[in-house]
């Protein structure tokens, strides 16, 4: 995955090597990536934040939401975004996960500048290097549990690549639905499942592309407390076992203690970090 | 991949875009449908005006016609021989027909053309038009069987059935003079197409008809038969009064005769009353038959006023200054009908010798060199009616313009094609509004899909879909849309156009009501003609439109920014 990084900064710039290089990178994507990566992590952070500032605009008036916010995560962290609503707290996961970009400030991944490139280049990295968790799952309710899973795979590949694999990719979807605890339900839609069951597929679907960076966005907040807590140690076992750096924002002490570090944030700025316990 | 994979998936499970599948529907159904009658009806009245007008008409721009046909056609021959396939002579003018209908006298204008039937069967398809040569048909039921072979080329002769008609129509009037006296006889007298031979036979045969009734040869009940009234006097009973007379009367110039009697032509009067006149005509369906619904039982049927067999008279007007009116009795031998009520209802088939004689147009020192005879127009058939404007280019060169006017068929029927464009043009662009109003529908409901699709496309984003790609989704969920919408209404058009007459029945057993009624459009069934490049255009507007009332949904859906998009809750 450095190698990716490399060749998107250094080698070719980054703007050229997404849209061009699509076999080399699309080679390297099918290497088992969520995978422990052999050796050579980058001394660097994984992903960081540098004074990022970012407003919202509500009718005449400015919101200021994150004022001047650092952050840096290693690689396989396992790192806990807590802080009330309005704290900035999303707004900081949206940014870190290029769905957004910040106002002042600059986002990079490995020491690379994202948050500059083109809108086309930050797309793909979202395809192939973020995966995403949402309080309100997020499943596309037309399609069924397998489907939903495939989408990211389907979005990076062209529809003669993926039929020519789709066994391959139908066997990790179903390789991760059973990892997940789902692999029963494939053919149900969304709307046939719980809470916890949409969630559980939100996370699969977020892994089947094989992401370097998972980010959940309050992955509990609409869980009761057990089946929450059940996603919570889903997410710490994955950090743990497939060394993938993950970023989870929540407001429940309790879940982020699960993290190896809890960063609070508070109108926009962080006030503490800390171990967990 | 994902894109034509969700838009298909949107298609299937959005129930509400059903809506926008059946405006398409059945706007392109529509429209296919009305063109496809519209060019049935079109192409079918083309036909017929065509076959009766043939390619190219030269006509004399003065109604007394020019000399010798021959030369005219060695002169259009010099010039664009290649590309004639037939050519004939007619002589072309106006008239009355007068025919005598349930004790009444019925006159009607009429175009009288005179032509020689086998020549003009080379022109145009002149035995489709002609009755004796069809099977008449009411609806499905077969009412007679052709009188006469397809293969057999049309002539002047009477069918057997037109020559058994005259003769039952004979014996009936026989039956009827014979119960008459003279007192009816005077009130019959009133024929004002031959008052002086209606006078003279009137003076000459009431007398013996009052001192013994049994042979009354001459009742004037109607001009149409007055004629064969009077034949078998001069033949078979022969009065010693009118012998004489029909003896000089022959033995006359017909020049001569022609100035001083006013019976034109019938100079040599038939043997028998059962023989027809020498002047014979096919007459238009038309101008002897018209639809009589029973008041009582609202049935339909055409009243026949004039059968093949019974004999008319024509009142015309001779070549020369100034023209002088002329009569003559003619027996009906045909019936034409070419389903064009504007033809139908006034055209009149003559032979054209005869009609030669009745205007004066015979040289009267060589009556019999037909080169020595006026005729009006000529009709030209082409090979490749393509090849019209240049062969009416040629044909000008030689032809003076201060003399001849030459016109296609079309130049000739140019108002009614023109209109029957227009009204084309006019539907279409309204049935196409159909199918815009259908894109707004489609623009319409888009645009709620996109909004309830929101935090999808959020989605999609977040998972790596770009803006084009969003966009991509709707534009080919429109073109989805359209294809499926257009596919099923090409179907459905196509269906109806193919079952429509059916379906006609249908609904007029439902509703008791003819909506076809063939008596009145003279189509047996509801003509129809599918082109394909209609249905071809009918097709891309379609879903071009589907196509363009997506771009702006899809515009939307494309610049909704990831975040906004997750954040609806």
């Known amino acids: 995955m450095t190698k990716t990084m490399a060749e998107i900064g250094s080698t070719h710039g980054p703007a050229v090597s997404f849209t061009t290089q699509r076999t080399s990178s699309a ?24 004074a990022v500032e970012k407003a919202y605009r509500k009718g005449q008036h400015k919101v200021a939401v994150l004022r001047g916010v650092n952050i840096n995560v290693r690689r396989g962290e396992f790192l806990s975004i807590i802080g009330q609503s309005g704290s900035g707290k999303s707004t900081l996961l949206h940014l870190l996960g290029l769905l957004d970009c910040p106002d002042i400030g600059e986002v990079l991944l490995e020491g690379q500048r994202m948050d500059d490139l083109p809108v086309r280049t930050r797309d793909q990295l979202r395809n192939r290097v973020f995966g995403f968790i949402f309080q309100f799952y997020h499943l596309l309710p037309e399609l069924s549990l397998l489907e939903n899973v495939l989408a990211p795979l389907m979005i990076r590949y062209s529809a003669w690549e993926f039929w020519k694999r789709r066994r391959e990719f139908r066997d990790r979807a179903s390789e991760i639905l059973h990892l997940v605890g789902l692999d029963h339900r494939l053919k149900h839609r969304p709307s046939e499942m719980s809470g916890g069951e949409m969630q559980r597929a939100a996370i699969a679907r977020a892994l089947v592309a094989r992401p370097e960076i998972l980010l959940a966005d309050e992955p509990t907040g609409n869980l009761d407390a057990r089946t929450g807590q059940e996603i919570t140690e889903l997410l710490a076992s994955l950090n743990e076992r497939e060394q993938l750096t993950i970023l989870m924002v929540t407001h429940d002490d309790a879940i982020a203690q699960q993290a190896h ?4 944030l508070s109108e926009g700025q962080i006030e503490a970090v800390a171990a967990a316990a | 991949m994902y894109k034509a994979f969700l838009s298909l998936r949107y298609l299937r499970t959005r129930y509400i875009a059903m809506a926008s599948i059946v405006s398409v529907m059945l706007g392109v159904a529509t429209m296919i449908v009305v063109n496809s009658v519209m060019k049935g009806f079109t192409s079918e009245m083309r036909g017929r005006i065509q076959g009766l007008l043939s390619d190219i008409v030269i006509e004399t721009n003065s109604l007394d016609g020019q000399e010798n046909a021959r030369q005219h056609f060695d002169m259009a021959r010099k010039v664009v021989g290649d590309k004639i396939a037939g050519m004939t002579a007619t002589v072309e003018v106006w008239g009355l027909v007068t025919f005598n209908f349930g004790g009444q006298f019925t006159t009607r204008p009429i175009t009288l053309i005179g032509i020689q039937p086998d020549e003009k069967a080379k022109v145009g398809p002149l035995v489709q038009y002609l009755e004796s040569y069809q099977t008449l048909k009411d609806g499905k039921r077969v009412i007679r069987d052709p009188l006469r072979s397809l293969d057999e080329p049309p002539t002047w002769n009477l069918t057997a059935q037109a020559k058994a008609w005259r003769h039952e129509a004979n014996q009936r009037r026989k039956w009827i003079e014979d119960r008459l006296d003279s007192p009816h006889e005077a009130s019959g007298e009133g024929d004002e197409f031959h008052p002086r031979v209606s006078s003279v036979n009137h003076t000459e045969t009431s007398k013996p008809a009052a001192a013994n009734a049994p042979t009354p040869p001459a009742l004037l ?15 078979a009973s022969a009065t010693k009064s009118q012998a004489p007379k029909a003896a000089s009367a022959a033995a006359k110039n017909p020049f001569e005769e022609n100035q001083e009697t006013s019976i034109p032509v019938a100079k040599r009067p038939p043997v028998n009353e059962d023989d027809p006149q020498a002047p014979r005509i096919y007459i238009g369906a038309g101008l002897i038959r018209f639809p009589y619904e029973d008041p009582k039982t609202g049935e339909r049927r055409m009243i026949e006023m004039v059968r093949p067999g019974e004999d008319v008279t024509i009142s015309t007007v001779s070549a020369g200054r100034p023209p002088t009116r002329q009569d003559f009795v003619a027996t009906v031998v045909d019936v034409f009908k070419c389903g064009m009520s504007e033809y139908d209802s006034n055209l009149v088939f003559c032979n054209l010798e005869e009609l030669q004689k009745v205007r004066s147009m015979v040289d009267p020192v060589h009556p019999e060199d037909p080169d020595r005879r006026g005729i009006t127009s000529i009709q030209i058939k082409l090979k490749d009616f393509r090849d019209a404007p240049e062969v009416i280019e040629r044909l000008q060169a030689v032809f003076s313009p201060g003399i001849y006017t030459i016109k296609t068929w079309e130049q000739k029927q140019g108002p009614l094609l023109a209109a029957v464009e227009i009204e084309t043009g006019i539907l279409n662009v309204l049935l196409f509004l159909i199918i815009a109003v259908a894109g707004f529908g489609i623009l319409a409901i888009f645009y709620m899909i996109v909004v309830e699709k929101t935090r999808d496309i959020g989605i999609l984003k977040s998972l790596g879909a770009s803006s084009s790609g969003v966009m991509s989704i709707f534009l080919s969920y429109g073109l989805a849309l359209g294809v499926v919408g257009s596919g099923v209404g090409v179907l459905l058009g196509l269906f109806f156009v193919r079952y429509i007459n059916e379906l006609e029945a249908l609904i007029t057993a439902v509703t008791g009501r003819k909506v076809f009624d063939d008596k009145i459009y003279y189509f047996p069934e509801i003509p129809t003609l599918v082109q394909s490049g209609m ?33 609806y809750e």
């Not at chain 1, 570090?261 to 609070?264: L, T």
């Not at chain 2, 038969?225 to 006097?233: E, G, K, N, Y």
Request: hydrophobic share 45%; charged share 15%; with cysteine.
């Open chain 1, 261 to 264: 570090r809890i960063v609070r």
């Open chain 2, 535 to 567: 249905v071809f255009w009918v097709t891309c507007g379609a879903i071009a439109i589907a196509v363009m009332a997506s771009v702006l949904p899809a515009r939307r859906a494309a610049r909704l920014r990831p975040v906004e998009a997750l954040r």
């Open chain 2, 221 to 235: 009940k109607a001009p149409t038969q007055t004629r064969p009234a009077i034949s078998p006097t001069l033949n």
């Open chain 1, 27 to 50: 080679s390297i994507a099918t290497q088992s990536r969520w995978l422990p990566a052999e050796g050579g992590h980058a001394s660097g952070p994984h992903i960081s934040a540098v």
